[in-house]
């Protein structure tokens, strides 16, 4: 089976634009989370979905969003960015409901000039 | 602070040497997962241990769990320069209906050839 894929595998962007990330999970797997990770803070916990459905929520700002399309492709989009949004953003997909083993993508490195 | 923290921040040892890296924690938790990441890419799942047991082997890992002092250690033999790499410690915990995934802040190790 193929791995989980995330693209762009880099990204530069200016404060105050947009940026729309994407992961593709392992096939046949329906839950997709995101993690943000940066050196002063660790890796922090976006959202994860389920079916469609936003599972669970972190606590990162309004302007952080996703969504799960019906073959359990995801996106995360961050408006109005920050030089802070600077950071990897992991994917991380598994089977089912609970958090047994998750497989993480390499990440897409976002940086805000 | 997290939930899961771990301890040392950074540890540097000998290839053939023992590493050992803890984790704490403070709430309940369904399960305690460890992972491995290299150098700003993805995370690899290591090992999974449950609230139920106490003790886990894979390969040259060994997982124990205490769940009365709500801490984890991870335990590396034989240690090579290929181990080099953050390892984190993830609980799984309960909130609300769902559960959550939450991450230490990582522990660096190096193994010196």
């Known amino acids: 089976k193929a791995g989980v894929t995330q693209t762009p595998r880099y990204l530069i962007k200016t404060r105050g634009q947009q940026v729309t990330l994407s992961c593709s999970p392992i096939s046949g797997h329906r839950s997709v989370s995101w993690y943000q990770q940066t050196p002063g803070q660790g890796l922090q916990f976006l959202f994860e979905y389920f079916s469609e459905t936003q599972r669970n929520k972190g606590n990162f700002p309004g302007r952080f969003s996703g969504r799960q399309f019906s073959n359990s492709r995801s996106e995360m989009n961050v408006s109005t960015l920050e030089l802070g949004d600077s950071a990897l953003y992991l994917c991380?997909?598994?089977?089912?409901?609970?958090?047994?083993?998750?497989?993480f993508g390499p990440g897409t490195r976002l940086t805000v000039l | 602070s997290q939930q899961g923290e771990e301890d040392p921040q950074a540890l540097s040892i000998q290839e053939g040497e023992n590493a050992t890296m803890n984790c704490s924690y403070k709430t309940s938790i369904n399960n305690l997962q460890w992972y491995r990441q290299n150098s700003g890419r993805g995370l690899v799942h290591l090992i999974l241990i449950r609230s139920n047991e106490r003790e886990k082997h894979s390969g040259r890992l060994r997982v124990t769990l205490d769940t009365s002092k709500k801490s984890s250690s991870l335990l590396i033999t034989a240690s090579r320069a290929a181990d080099t790499a953050s390892y984190f410690c993830a609980t799984d915990t309960l909130t609300g209906a769902n559960s959550k995934l939450t991450f230490g802040k990582g522990i660096t190790l190096s193994v010196r050839p």
């Open positions: 991380a997909s598994s089977p089912g409901k609970t958090y047994n083993e998750q497989f």
